[in-house]
Each structure stands twice: as C-alpha cells, then as structure tokens.
Nanobody, 112 residues
C-alpha cells in the first residue's frame, strides 16, 4: 500500500507563502483524487483542495484564489502552494489518496 509523507509546513507571517509537498512511496497513477485536508484545533477536518488524475482541480471557497494544488505523477508528488496566508489557515495539513490513505500531517501556523 502506498504511504504518504507531507513536508513544508512551518511558521509564517500573515500574507506570506508556503509550499507543502506530499510524496508517495509508490506510483499515484492509479489514484484518482489526491487531496489536501486540514484540521484546526477544536474544528472538524475540512477539504482544502483536490486534484484528479486528469488534472481537474477543486478548492474550498475559503482558499480559492490563494492556494494552488498540483500533482506530478512522474515524481509521485502532490503540492499545495499557499499564498496570502491568513491566521485562519493555521491547522495541521494532511495529504490523502482517494480519501483512504493518509499522511501524518504537517503543521502550518500563520501568526505575526
């Protein structure tokens, strides 16, 4: 079974940028949706963005226009470029494959 490892989280000031990476231990060619989720303390996990094998993308309204998801099937990697970050983006960000295989998460903190 494919395993997922996220990286790229950290502390950033409001208005700043971060790029998250999710590397799979095997091929993601047979995985239709690669997703990024997030969960803030005391809140439910929410879908942030998703990218299909075809390249189609969907975004949560709260991040549309600020975040960009992409996948590189040759590198078995999915990215989440996050720009104009806001304090409310603070959460643990998780990568998932078809919502059934999950990474361990990476912390993103947006604070001055």
């Amino acid at each position: 079974q494919v395993q997922l490892v996220e990286s790229g989280g950290g502390l950033v000031q409001p208005g700043g940028s971060l790029k998250l990476s999710c590397v799979a231990s095997g091929s993601i060619l047979n995985i239709y949706w690669m997703d990024w989720y997030r969960q803030a303390p005391g809140k439910q996990r929410e879908t942030v963005a998703r990218v299909a094998r075809s390249g189609r993308t969907d975004y949560a309204d709260s991040v549309s226009g600020r975040f960009t998801i992409s996948r590189d099937n040759a590198k078995n990697t999915v990215y989440l470029q996050m720009d104009n970050l806001k304090p409310e983006d603070t959460a643990v960000y998780y990568c998932a494959a078809d919502a059934r295989i999950w990474g361990q998460g990476t912390q993103v903190t947006v604070s001055s």
